[in-house]
């Protein structure tokens, strides 16, 4: 299932699959700078708050782990002192990549800390090096396994809240939270992996995602190269689908948890949410305690990312009806939609979804959900 796997590692050789061109094409991108992964996480050719984690500290990690290879080494591995002066603008800029999701900036600071830690107990810098590696290597692994317990643990505690007797459920997703997005299994998508291996689930709806497509595009591939029953509806729908179909929880990721509940996550979130509770649908985020971010009390000091205006505009894809080019691949087009000269765009990447909407926050460790009458979480305490 290699169109399932954002990165792929061998030694210091780092790859990704180029996201911007699936599901048409599958292209993998050798990624050899920390330039070439910061321009791979802003330009979104790998996605989802975790993935872009993963590639930054291994990017990190091949980049340090060249330099211990070069003879004679480079001047800043002459000292612990000189390696922090040459690693912490690194951390800083890879950082700058994408701003919402926490995990890219909870994995720098990870690597910032155990620098310092490392530095007061290492003679050389070569050792310092070496553990900054191992670290960031470990980071870029360690949430599929994470994402497979969180999945289990929401997957039964929903089935229990519905009953236990409604055999079959229908769930809502919004974006893309599969294995293309994290290391393995994915979070929502995981949950909704979870509930079909149990048996547990009829269809899995998911919106289109507009304007990037993260649901049209990515978890369309992912659902069908898992053989999960699904149905894809356009953004608009999530009402008309709540007045016409049963549907047993909407299942969400997130990109930052405060720690009130406020979740930040892909643009349209919100709008599913306040639907939901409309509808007295269960609204579910699943995301790592890693996503939590118990340094902020609620989503107002979330930074939203805001993407170019001219994104919002285009569409890309393969040309239909189908055409190949001389090699016999699909030739793949990107579509103007707007007036070309068009002005007044809003093209905020993410929205905050307040905690008052969330029915339950799933993470590895625990089922969150609100006391009687409480409008707000608090996660600290979980
Ligand atoms: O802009 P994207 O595609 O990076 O946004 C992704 C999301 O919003 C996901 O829901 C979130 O990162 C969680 S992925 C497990």
Request: with cysteine.
């Amino acid at each position: 299932m290699d169109a399932l796997k954002s990165i792929r590692t061998d030694g210091d050789k780092v790859e990704i699959v180029n996201q911007l061109l699936l599901p048409h094409t599958i292209e993998y991108l050798d990624i050899q700078t920390i330039e070439e992964a910061h321009d791979a996480i802003k330009s979104m050719k790998i996605r989802g708050a975790p993935a872009i984690a993963s590639l930054a500290t291994l990017a990190f990690a091949s980049n340090l782990s060249g330099a211990l290879q070069t003879s004679p080494p480079p001047a800043f591995l002459s000292s612990p002192e000189a390696l922090e002066a040459h690693v912490t603008p690194i951390l800083d800029y890879l950082y700058t990549a994408r701003p919402t999701a926490v995990n890219l900036g909870a994995a720098t600071r990870r690597l910032a800390r155990l620098l310092q830690s490392s530095k007061n107990v290492q003679q050389d810098a070569a050792s310092v090096a070496r553990e900054l590696i191992a670290e960031a290597r470990l980071i870029a692994g360690e949430d599929k396994a994470q994402n497979m317990k969180m999945s289990q643990l929401g997957g039964d505690w929903l089935h229990k809240r519905v009953g236990g007797s409604t055999k079959y459920l229908n769930v809502l997703t919004v974006c893309n939270t599969g294995s293309l997005a994290t290391s393995g299994y994915g979070t929502a998508l995981g949950f909704i992996t979870y509930l079909h291996e149990q048996g547990l689930l009829d269809t899995a709806y998911y919106t289109q995602t507009a304007p990037y497509h993260q649901g049209s595009r990515l978890t369309a591939l992912e659902l069908k190269t898992l053989n999960i029953p699904s149905t894809m509806i356009c953004d608009v729908m999530v009402g008309s689908l709540f007045q016409h179909k049963t549907i047993h929880a909407v299942l969400v990721g997130a990109d930052r948890v405060a720690k009130n509940g406020d979740t930040a996550n892909k643009i349209g979130t919100y709008n599913a949410a306040v639907l939901a509770a409309r509808h007295k649908i269960p609204f579910v985020v699943v995301a790592p305690t890693s996503t939590v971010d118990l340094d902020i009390t609620d989503g107002s000091s979330i930074s939203i990312e805001h993407r170019p205006a001219v994104e919002a505009c285009l569409v890309r894809g393969a040309l239909y009806p189908p055409t190949l080019d001389a090699n016999g691949k699909k030739v793949l087009a990107q579509v103007m939609v707007t007036p070309s000269d068009l002005e007044g765009i809003y093209n905020p990447s993410f929205d905050v979804t307040p905690a008052e909407l969330i029915t339950a926050i799933v993470t590895e460790k625990y089922v969150a959900l609100k006391k009687d009458g409480e409008t707000r979480f608090d996660l600290s305490k979980e």
